[in-house]
Nanobody, 129 residues
Framework: QVQLVESGGGLVQAGGSLRLSCAAS????????TGWFRQAPGKERDFVAA???????YYVDSAKGRFTISRDNAENTVYLRMNSLKPEDTAIYYC???????????????????????WGQGTQVTVSS
């Protein structure tokens, strides 16, 4: 069974940085899209960023210029580097792997959690003011 394991969350002050990792087993991430989503208490799970099998990246507007998604094919791991963190970035962060291999589509496809079949357990990010 496909497993995704997130790590790297924690408590950081506003303006600080974190790097989240999403390690996969039984699935080659470079053949799928990997997305990062986050869910704050009492809110819906929202799209943050995605990287397609081709390396194309997609970001929600609030993440542009601050967050960078990348992939290490040798490690079969996707990263989310988060800089200039704000208290409103506080949430549980989840990574997910797309249902389809080698997906094609536009931004709206990769930001929809219905297009992801496998999810990690989440990692908590807390940004203090």
């Amino acid at each position: 069974q496909v497993q995704l394991v997130e790590s790297g969350g924690g408590l950081v002050q506003a303006g600080g940085s974190l790097r989240l990792s999403c390690a996969a087993s039984r699935r080659t991430l470079s053949s799928y899209a990997t997305g990062w989503f986050r869910q704050a208490p009492g809110k819906e799970r929202d799209f943050v960023a995605a990287i397609n099998w081709s390396g194309t990246t997609y970001y929600v507007d609030s993440a542009k210029g601050r967050f960078t998604i990348s992939r290490d094919n040798a490690e079969n791991t996707v990263y989310l580097r988060m800089n200039s963190l704000k208290p409103e970035d506080t949430a549980i962060y989840y990574c997910a792997s797309s249902s389809r291999g080698f997906p094609t589509g536009v931004y709206s496809y990769f930001r929809s959690h219905s297009n992801y079949a496998y999810w990690g357990q989440g990692t908590q990010v807390t940004v203090s003011s």
